[in-house]
C-alpha cells in the first residue's frame, strides 16, 4: 500500500452499527468527536424534553421522540461521512 493514501478509514457498515447503538459513537469513530456529541447532546436533551412535555400515558417512544428523532438523524449521517470517506479512500488506492 502507497504511505501517501495512508491507513484505510472506517468500513461505512462497522460506523452505521456504532452509530445505532449509541448516539453521536459513530461519529466519534470516524474522527468527528465535536460533531458526534453535539448529537448526544440534542438527543438527552430532546429526550428529556418531551420526556417532561409528554403524558404519564404515553408510550415510551412517545415519551421520548424528541430525542429518539435526533438520534435516528444522526445515524444516516455518521454513515454518509463514513461512505465518502471510504469512497474517496478507496479511489485514491486504485
Known amino acids: 500500500m502507497n504511505s501517501v493514501i495512508g491507513r484505510p478509514p472506517l468500513n461505512p457498515y462497522l460506523v452505521l452499527g456504532i452509530a445505532i447503538l449509541l448516539p453521536g459513537a459513530g461519529h466519534v469513530a470516524i474522527g468527528e468527536p465535536e460533531r458526534g456529541l453535539r448529537f448526544a447532546f440534542f438527543t438527552l436533551l430532546l429526550?428529556?424534553?418531551?420526556?417532561?412535555?409528554?403524558?404519564?400515558?404515553?408510550?415510551?417512544?412517545?415519551?421520548?421522540?424528541?430525542?429518539?428523532?435526533?438520534?435516528?438523524?444522526?445515524?444516516?449521517?455518521?454513515?454518509?461521512?463514513?461512505?465518502?470517506?471510504?469512497e474517496v479512500w478507496k479511489s485514491r488506492a486504485a
Do not use: C, M, N
Not at 64 to 86: E, H, Q, T
Open 47 to 86: 429526550a428529556i424534553l418531551t420526556w417532561h412535555l409528554s403524558t404519564p400515558e404515553q408510550s415510551f417512544v412517545g415519551r421520548a421522540a424528541g430525542g429518539l428523532f435526533v438520534w435516528a438523524l444522526s445515524i444516516p449521517d455518521a454513515y454518509k461521512i463514513a461512505r465518502i470517506r471510504y
